[in-house]
């Protein structure tokens, strides 16, 4: 029997003995849902992130460097974007308001910039206000390094927080066995600015010496999704484990969330990547995948006109191109929806302010989740 085989056999012995849950949490299909899909923005090929304007108009990024508003059923490009590095997962990435954005009109945006010394790029942070269809003011707040010609995790969901606090995820580039457990190091992070690039003097290293002062935790691997919890204000993050082992984790201050040393992947090849899935110091996820569905875009619902979502999350699915959606009591996901099956690869996912479900789909579009009458 092939060694592959052998730890195949081991890691699903060892799931099933697992306290983080039962590995019997499979996805099902509904008979019916509350909706019905529409494209409501057509002839996209990876709307990677998406916002909405006060004045109901809508900012897409797509990888390949576009940045469009969307009004009316009419697209307009936007110039003055940031140069970007576009390499596979790298591009125009994740884009976001600021709270008080109709004060101030600061749009927050992550990109792959091949900004440096070196060759290829790493994930950058900018703000920027939109001035007719021109960004103006670009400021660059935060450039990872090194930069690398490696096409793989460059993280880069962003949120705020209910403090004015402003959250993203840098993946560790490639380099799991270097990046993602020294925080003198970019890559494997999620950081914690203030809204003008600042370093909050509450971070939980800003007293180490060498460390990057921006991170708030570390050990990820790749985190594609960030959320806010509606009632506790906690930043949830998903992201992408190797073969099996994607995650949803509470981002915590400080706390080292074990990647690679612990996991409930393995290898692309089949062969173990550790024989732990847990250690004292490092964090448990409060809901992981096998097998690894590639988890993108993520939102918790708040809206009311779908009935019984309030309260659940919905995740892309990028691997498998559905929506899930996963009810949760507490912290603890108790069952898992299949939506959209087949529909393509999800990438980006929003609550608008109109309390719809606007989902992004890669080579199609955005499409608006109708509620059934």
């Known amino acids: 029997m092939k060694k592959s085989v052998l730890f195949f056999c081991f890691f699903v012995v060892l799931l099933n003995f697992s306290c983080a849950q039962n590995p019997e949490n499979k996805v099902s299909t509904p008979q019916t849902v509350p909706f019905d899909a529409e494209l409501f923005v057509d002839d996209l090929q990876v709307p990677w992130g998406f916002t909405f304007l006060p004045d109901g108009s809508m900012l897409i990024t797509e990888k390949n460097g576009d940045l469009i508003r969307f009004f009316n059923g009419k697209k307009t490009k936007i110039a003055n974007g940031p140069k970007i590095y576009q390499r596979g997962q790298g591009g125009l990435l994740d884009i976001e308001l600021h709270p008080d954005y109709e004060k101030n009109g600061w749009i927050y945006m992550s990109y792959a910039s091949p900004e440096g010394d070196s060759k290829g790029g790493n994930t950058a942070i900018m703000r920027a206000k939109l001035e007719g269809d021109k960004l103006v003011q670009n400021q660059v707040l935060y450039k990872a390094v090194p930069n690398t010609t490696k096409g793989q995790h460059f993280g880069s969901r962003i949120v705020f927080d209910d403090k004015g606090f402003l959250y993203f995820s840098i993946g560790e580039r490639g380099e799991r066995d270097v990046n993602p457990q020294d925080i003198t190091r970019d890559g494997g992070k999620i950081y914690r600015l203030n809204d003008d690039g600042s370093i909050p003097k509450d971070n939980p290293f800003v007293a180490k010496k060498g460390a990057k002062t921006a991170i708030y935790s570390y050990g990820h691997r790749n985190p594609q999704g960030l959320a806010v919890h509606p009632k506790t204000g906690e930043i949830w993050d998903n992201e992408h484990g190797p073969r099996g082992g994607d995650e949803i984790n509470i981002v915590k201050k400080g706390a080292n969330y074990g990647w690679p040393v612990i996991t409930y992947g393995i290898n692309y090849s089949g062969t173990p990547i550790t024989d732990k ?97």
């Open 277 to 373: 899935t847990n250690m004292e110091g490092m964090e448990q996820p409060i809901h992981y995948w096998v097998p690894s569905i590639a988890p993108s875009g993520m939102v918790f619902i708040t809206t009311d006109k779908y009935n019984g979502w309030k309260g659940s999350v919905l995740v892309g699915s990028l691997a498998f191109q559905y929506l899930e959606r996963l009810e949760l009591n507490g912290t603890k996901v108790t069952r898992r929806e299949k939506l959209m099956d087949g529909i393509g690869r999800v990438r980006s996912i929003e609550e608008g302010p109109d309390g719809l479900i606007y989902v992004g789909v890669e080579g199609k579009g955005i499409y608006r989740l109708n509620p059934k009458k």
